[in-house]
């Protein structure tokens, strides 16, 4: 039988039918390759947003940044663990010193990091889910004296660095517990016998404001650093909202006497009366106490005298000083005593100074307050309390309601 012949019009068909599949799937391709190349172009620009981090899986971990605070709890963990192991070397003296570190440590805790304490208190009471016995000694081994000390000083000058950032009220917290903290730091050693040398090697906030005034020293440092000469030389402008007028009965309750220019005058005054109270005891005394009196007061005047020069050159503001200043009614009895009673004072006056500043002179100003400390707790043998968060009164060595002493 013959074939019979293809039929042209049939092959046409099927050709163009596989044609037209072999385009479509090319553009099928292509469009995929396309889109794909969109969506990675996209992924790509877009993948460090959050949305696509969420997508992706690669959301950083967010870290907070460490507080100076943070390190509060950690001390007070510390020196409770020591005083239920106490070293074999650790003496009554010593003891004394750490609870007494025990009991500050827990003020700066609440006063600071408010809900702190009483949470660590309920996780480590009987009835809590936690087990409260303490971790063996050999696990968690107490810091020695020394190591305490130097971390208690670096915790309380890194609260002081914080400070200088922080708003008026919270430098004002973080300021006065750092400077209770390195001088309790300052005690703990000392209570172990150790060096003066040892001491001045703790970790001390005056290291910026020392490295900035190193090269302008000429002169030796008179008794308390609050007033180096070269530190005076170099005093930073301050911000004054207003120069008060100086009265003897203004106080931190007055409406009038509120302010950075207050501040300030408050410690111009306090400075001036304790340098009058001063000269007076060097006169009521005799020998080596008449020429430390007279000493300190010299320091204290030429502090106030420089400040005051200060603000009446940048400010214009009156000369500060009283016309006459009184004496406590015990400064006949005791002049060393009545002088030395503002010391702490006119510290806490710096403090709050500082707190109402910012860049330069806020450090200055707390520099000023922890030196002022210092010598306070020297010359009176008390530290000086600074958890008192309000600002402090005006009022310093004399007592308004005392007599003019001669």
């Known amino acids: 039988m013959d074939k019979q012949p293809r039929n042209p019009k049939s092959t046409d068909s099927t050709g163009r039918r596989a044609q037209f599949a072999r385009r479509r799937l090319t553009v099928l391709v292509v469009g995929v390759l396309v889109a794909g190349a969109t969506l990675g172009t996209g992924i790509f620009m877009n993948r460090e947003t959050?949305?696509?981090?969420?997508?992706l899986g690669t959301e950083p971990v967010v870290i907070p940044e460490p507080k100076a605070t943070d390190e509060l709890p950690l001390m007070l963990a510390s020196v409770t663990q020591m005083l239920r192991f106490p070293?074999?070397?650790?003496?009554?003296?010593?003891?004394?010193?750490?609870?007494?570190?025990?009991?500050?440590?827990?003020?700066?805790?609440?006063?600071?990091?408010?809900?702190?304490?009483?949470?660590?208190?309920?996780?480590?009471?009987?009835?809590?889910?936690?087990?409260?016995?303490?971790?063996?000694?050999?696990?968690?081994?107490?810091?020695?004296?020394?190591?305490f000390s130097t971390e208690l000083a670096q915790t309380g000058s890194g609260l002081l660095t914080a400070a200088l950032s922080a708003q008026e009220q919270e430098a004002r917290r973080l300021s006065g517990s750092g400077i209770e903290l390195v001088l309790q730091a300052r005690t703990v050693l000392a209570a172990s016998g150790a060096s003066d040398a040892t001491l001045n090697a703790l970790p001390s906030p005056l290291t910026e404001l020392e490295a900035s005034t190193e090269a302008a020293a000429s002169t030796t440092a008179k008794q308390g650093p609050t007033v180096d000469r070269a530190?005076?030389?170099?005093?930073?402008?301050?911000?004054v909202?207003?120069?008060?007028?100086?009265?003897t009965t203004a106080t931190t309750t007055?409406?009038?006497?509120?302010?950075s220019g207050a501040e300030l005058v408050g410690i111009v005054d306090a400075a001036y009366r304790m340098g009058y109270a001063y000269n007076v005891?060097?006169?009521?005394t005799g020998g080596e106490l008449r020429s430390t009196a007279w000493e300190r007061s010299e320091v204290l005047v030429d502090f106030a005298s420089a400040l005051e020069t200060k603000l009446n050159a940048d400010h214009d503001c009156a000369p500060l000083r009283q016309a006459a200043y009184q004496l406590p009614k015990?400064?006949?009895?005791?002049?060393?005593?009545?002088?030395?009673?503002?010391?702490?004072?006119?510290?806490?006056?710096?403090?709050?100074?500082?707190?109402?500043?910012?860049?330069?002179?806020?450090?200055?100003?707390?520099?000023?307050?922890?030196?002022?400390a210092l010598a306070a707790r020297q010359l009176s043998g008390q530290t000086v309390d600074f958890t008192a968060v309000?600002?402090?009164?005006?009022?310093?060595?004399?007592?308004?309601?005392?007599?003019?002493?001669?």
């Open 50 to 55: 959050p949305t696509w981090q969420r997508i």
């Open 87 to 147: 070293d074999a070397s650790t003496g009554a003296k010593t003891t004394t010193a750490l609870a007494a570190t025990q009991a500050m440590l827990r003020e700066h805790v609440e006063l600071l990091t408010p809900g702190t304490l009483a949470a660590l208190e309920t996780a480590q009471s009987p009835g809590s889910d936690q087990d409260s016995e303490p971790a063996p000694v050999a696990a968690i081994p107490p810091l020695s004296v020394s190591e």
């Open 231 to 239: 530190a005076l030389a170099s005093m930073p402008a301050f911000v």
């Open 241 to 247: 909202d207003a120069c008060p007028p100086l009265t």
């Open 254 to 259: 007055d409406t009038a006497a509120s302010g």
């Open 281 to 284: 005891a060097g006169a009521r």
């Open 330 to 372: 015990d400064a006949v009895k005791n002049p060393m005593d009545a002088a030395r009673s503002g010391e702490g004072q006119l510290a806490l006056l710096l403090r709050d100074g500082a707190a109402g500043q910012s860049g330069e002179a806020r450090m200055y100003l707390l520099s000023a307050a922890y030196s002022q």
């Open 390 to 406: 309000e600002p402090a009164t005006a009022e310093t060595a004399a007592d308004t309601s005392g007599t003019p002493a001669g």
